[in-house]
């Protein structure tokens, strides 16, 4: 499984950015999908994931009320709308599949990973 993440950029405290990660190589409608996070000198941390179905979603606190995570099975894609962006959001964004544990957050449980887009919030 290949992983293409974009959608990144630069936008001013409040704004919105919708990430994307692309699948090919093979349907990925049986995994669920993450997004993870990591800000220059801090460890990845888990942001949202989505079940294979589309219909449990699990949320970082932190992120919980502005952001918003989905998929289409059909597009082999997986999205993550960002609403009310703050400073503190400022990280490189990682999307990636596998099947972990319910509710895990952990990021090794995931083996297929896309390269990262980076998102910068202004003050």
């Known amino acids: 499984v290949q992983l293409q993440a974009y959608g990144g950029g630069l936008v001013q405290a409040g704004g919105s950015l919708r990430l994307s990660c692309a699948a090919s190589g093979r349907t990925v409608s049986i995994f669920a999908f993450g997004w993870f996070r990591q800000a220059p000198g801090k460890e990845r941390e888990f942001v949202a994931r989505i079940n294979w179905s589309g219909d449990i979603t699990n949320y970082a606190d932190s992120v919980k009320g502005r952001f918003t995570i989905s998929r289409d099975n059909y597009k082999n894609t997986g999205y993550l709308q960002m609403n009310s962006l703050r400073p503190e959001d400022t990280a490189v964004y990682y999307c990636?599949?596998?099947?972990?544990?319910?509710?895990?957050?952990?990021?090794?449980?995931?083996?297929?990973w896309g390269q990262g887009t980076q998102v910068t919030v202004s003050s």
């Open positions: 990636a599949v596998d099947n972990p544990h319910p509710g895990s957050r952990r990021p090794d449980e995931y083996g297929y």
